[in-house]
């Protein structure tokens, strides 16, 4: 015993260096599977304090850009009013429906909520953003995130008031595509080489692909709506290893300079899970 | 100032250039990150105990990782850095004594060429483990080998304009005083 403490006391630096690092480490690795660690909670509260007082100055020099977008986006929604469109004529005459359910009342299965993001990175290979807006307003985990112009990410820990979110230009992000021409279904996954820039995998080499094509999120995957804008075709790649087409996207978000974001609720997304995982476990 | 109230400005003045001004650099290119944080721990005192020295390095990069998302990624780091300083000192310090003479490393106490050495060979040591530790998780050897080279010669750049524009006036400390 007394050798134990011994060897303890002289190598005391050397044992303590190496306790140290390991903590350092297993934090790390852990963390690449469970994103949601102890960490995050106490820390994403404080420094999203630090990032939305920092983020009040560096606001102010966006906002041309960011007024832009909003400007645009409105435009765009105006478009889709009611009122914006004619009946198609005096023909129609109204029918009493014998169905009981009222077919016209839709059930909403998105909710969009506006968050404010306080902090952003993009020179890094696994970038996140951190957005004003938390657990106690309704933000949980897995929910899609888009921007005024395209999909940014999905939320993947939350506190009170704010939440991170693992952007697009994150090396272990992947979302579920499709063309928005002929709905072949696809993914996207970043590369780590430039923010302005994904790679689209898995479309077969049997759809037509061209330089130029808009892609949009796929009905399959269960965090956005269908055809949210992702990004269009910049470039082909010519891989010889793969039956599928590989394609660099020029993202539809400019990951430069975002400031609002839509945090998209699915309203039905656990039930979908719930039934999914329970499939699985059954044939496991 | 006290050597205590000058590190501590130094630790969260650092932090916050390298998070709010360096990181938001928008990227030359994917090999070249702008990272000078770690230049804290090459300024630290030469009488810090080495248990203390090391654990300071791991707080510091700690607090560098909670604004980064990546914990424990930078706190390996200059875990290692912290740990290894003392030994590249004593081998690097000329006369006898500088260590006490003086109260932290710089040009001044302890010569240009053994600073620049001290300087380079931790930077080096820094960015090699840091990015060791992304390379196990994607990229290749080239990314790997792209990064620490072109991260590198942009640190020592960065650590250059740092040492010029703010000279450090080490004072020689003479047991009388």
Redesign the interface.
């Known amino acids: 015993m007394r050798n134990v403490f011994l060897f303890i006391g002289r190598y005391f630096n050397f044992l303590f260096f190496l306790v140290l690092l390991i903590i350092a480490l297993s934090l790390l690795f852990r963390y690449n599977k469970f994103h949601q660690a102890a960490f995050s909670n106490v820390a994403t509260e404080i420094t999203g304090r630090i990032n939305a007082k920092y983020n009040g100055i560096e606001y102010y020099f966006d906002l041309k850009s960011t007024n832009d977008a909003l400007v645009k986006e409105n435009e765009r929604l105006n478009q889709l009013l009611k009122s914006s469109y004619e009946a198609p004529g005096l023909l129609n005459k109204l029918m009493t429906d014998t169905v009981m359910i009222d077919s016209l009342k839709k059930i909403q299965k998105y909710i969009y909520r506006e968050a404010k993001v306080v902090a952003s990175s993009v020179s890094s290979q696994t970038n996140y953003l951190t957005i004003h807006r938390g657990s106690s307003q309704n933000i949980r985990p897995n929910m899609g995130v888009i921007s005024p112009s395209g999909i940014v990410g999905t939320v993947i820990s939350v506190s009170p008031n704010f939440a991170v979110v693992m952007s697009m230009l994150h090396r272990q992000y992947t979302v579920v595509v499709k063309l928005k021409n002929s709905g072949e279904r696809g993914k996207v996954e970043w590369d780590g080489v430039s923010p302005s820039y994904v790679t689209l995998k898995d479309i077969p080499q049997s759809a037509k692909l061209n330089i130029g094509d808009t892609i949009v999120t796929s009905e399959t995957s269960s965090l956005f709506p269908t055809g949210i804008l992702v990004g269009t075709v910049s470039e082909m790649i010519d891989d010889k290893s793969t039956s599928f087409y590989v394609a660099r996207l020029k993202t539809a978000t400019n990951f430069y300079n975002v400031q609002y974001v839509y945090v998209i609720d699915n309203a039905q997304y656990e039930e979908q899970k719930k039934l999914e995982d329970s499939t699985r476990k059954k044939f496991q | 100032m006290s050597e205590l109230l000058k590190n501590i400005i130094r630790f969260v003045l650092f932090l916050f250039v390298q998070v709010?001004v360096l990181?938001?650099?928008?990227?030359l290119h994917?090999f070249i990150?702008p990272y000078l944080y770690f230049l804290f721990i090459l300024w630290l005192p030469f009488s810090l105990p080495?248990?203390w020295l090391?654990?300071i390095g791991?707080i510091y990069?700690?607090a560098l990782d909670?604004?980064?998302?990546?914990?424990?990624?930078h706190?390996?780091a200059c875990?290692?850095i912290a740990?290894v300083r003392p030994f590249i000192i004593n081998v690097l310090i000329s006369q006898e004594g500088t260590d006490k003479n003086y109260a932290s490393p710089s040009a001044v106490s302890m010569g240009w060429a053994p600073y620049a050495t001290y300087v380079l060979i931790l930077t080096l040591l820094h960015h090699i483990f840091l990015v060791f530790?992304?390379w196990m998780?994607?990229?290749s050897f080239l990314?790997f080998a792209g990064k620490v080279i072109g991260t590198t010669a942009i640190s020592l750049l960065l650590i250059l304009l740092t040492e010029l524009l703010f000279f450090r006036k080490e004072r020689f400390r003479t047991n009388t005083a």
């Not at chain 2, 990181?23 to 990227?27: G, Q, T």
């Not at chain 2, 909670?66 to 990624?73: A, K, M, N, Q």
């Open positions: 709010f990181f938001k650099v928008p990227p994917r990150v080495r248990p090391t654990f791991f990069g700690w909670y604004f980064t998302h990546t914990p424990g990624l706190a390996a875990t290692l740990y530790l992304e998780s994607f990229g990314f």
